[in-house]
């Protein structure tokens, strides 16, 4: 059963840091790009961070660079995004996301999601 489980989040204040996990099962995230997205309720999901598929590159969104950092275990099948210096407008639902284009079928998986709240 292919399964992915975000964990990490909670409740600090600015300039807190947290580390979110996700956990793949199912499958091997080496293989996939993955991803960090976050929502806030009531508005559009927010990509946040990609690590490629073998943990080549990773990318960024203008709002977390220099404070967030993606890596990859693949020993342990987890990607991690560690959040430092957090902000207020951080707050939201961060989802990790796995996407793959493989012989020309895309297959991807999503997170049930892990709420990270920054409060002054």
């Known amino acids: 059963e292919v399964q992915i489980v975000e964990s990490g989040g909670g409740l600090v204040q600015p300039g807190d840091s947290l580390r979110l996990s996700c956990t793949a099962s199912?499958?091997?995230?080496?293989?996939?790009?993955m991803f960090w997205v976050r929502q806030v309720p009531g508005k559009g999901p927010e990509w946040v961070s990609e690590?490629?598929?073998?943990?080549?590159?990773?990318f960024y969104a203008d709002a977390v660079k220099g404070r967030f950092t993606v890596s990859i275990d693949n020993a342990k099948n987890r990607v991690y995004l560690q959040m430092n210096s957090l902000k207020p407008e951080d707050t939201a639902v961060y989802y990790c996301?796995?996407?793959?284009?493989?012989?020309?079928?895309?297959?991807?998986?999503w997170g049930q999601g892990t709420q990270v709240t920054v409060f002054s």
């Open positions: 199912g499958f091997t995230i080496e293989n996939y790009d």
């Open positions: 996301h796995a996407d793959q284009l493989y012989d020309g079928r895309r297959n991807e998986f």
């Open positions: 690590i490629s598929s073998g943990g080549g590159a990773t």
